[in-house]
């Protein structure tokens, strides 16, 4: 059976040559801060990965396919696919990575030409929370499958486009509840979460459609990635506190700098 599924055209090789084939993931998963450009460190604890989210900064999922075939990737953030909008499934529409791809996913994909992008906010201003789904948020998640067909494409050149529509959109368009809602939203969801992912303003991110036959029902992979704001973490004991100096002297000094600043005056 033909699935109905997005490929996303950035083509990026990658190969950790260092790990094992059988210790290796179908896909690696990351998050990107693209107001930094720096790769957000995952923090390990009690089984779950965690990463630190800064309100108000734009993020992408970058995903690396770490074998020699093509995989199909379901993307759920805050418990919602990133391509339909539906709350998140296995068998729903996904991303297909061509062998040893990397790209990142940087939105909500709103057509087959754009995204709404994706940034970190207050959990009540989440796409989950305004369309009614707050129960997942703060987690970013795939379901990896292997092909069971190879297909032979020339590099460097598109994929085709798959028989008939993408899924259609059945919980996307929710409309958003009210200000006071989102407030009993946020509020009663304040103790275990602060930051959820946000709709973003639109972004060009063009795609194509594909052909993909699943190896198995199943996903031979699905990973989680949690996240919230870093002061939260740190309150968790997730990730470590700024180290202080244990004492420092605050007595007056004769020379405390170099040179004689400007002085400041009154206006």
């Known amino acids: 059976m033909l699935h109905r599924i997005l490929a996303f055209l950035t083509t990026l090789a990658l190969f950790n040559a260092c790990a094992p084939v059988h210790a290796r993931p179908l896909v690696d998963v990351s998050l990107v801060d693209r107001d930094t450009g720096e790769s957000l460190a995952r923090y390990p604890h009690r089984g779950d990965l965690w990463i630190a989210g800064t309100p108000g900064h734009r993020y992408s999922v970058r995903l690396a396919n770490t074998t020699g075939e093509r995989v199909l990737v379901v993307l759920s953030v805050d418990g919602v696919n990133a391509i339909t909008g539906q709350t998140a499934d296995p068998s729903q529409a996904g991303y297909v990575l061509e062998p040893w791809q990397a790209t990142e996913i940087s939105g909500w994909r709103k057509s087959m030409d754009d995204v709404a992008q994706f940034v970190f906010t207050d959990l009540g201003d989440s796409y989950a929370a305004r369309t009614g789904r707050p129960r997942n948020v703060g987690v970013i998640g795939i379901a990896a499958f292997r092909e069971a ?38 509020d009663e969801a304040a103790h275990r979460q602060s930051i959820g992912t946000g709709h973003g303003g639109r972004e060009w991110a063009p795609t194509s459609r594909t052909g993909f036959e699943r190896a198995t029902r199943q996903p031979e992979q699905v990973s989680e990635l949690r996240y919230d704001e870093r002061r939260r973490l740190v309150a968790l004991g997730i990730v470590p506190r700024p180290s202080r100096p244990l004492w420092r002297d605050e007595s007056p000094r004769a020379f405390p700098n170099g040179f004689v600043a400007d002085p400041s005056y009154p206006r």
Not at 152 to 157: F, K, S
Not at 170 to 185: D, F, G, K, L, M
């Open 149 to 186: 067909r190879a297909y032979r494409y020339p590099q460097y050149t598109p994929p085709p486009i798959a028989r008939g529509a993408m899924e259609k959109r059945t919980e996307a368009e929710a409309s958003a509840p009210t200000a006071s809602a989102r407030a009993i939203v946020a």
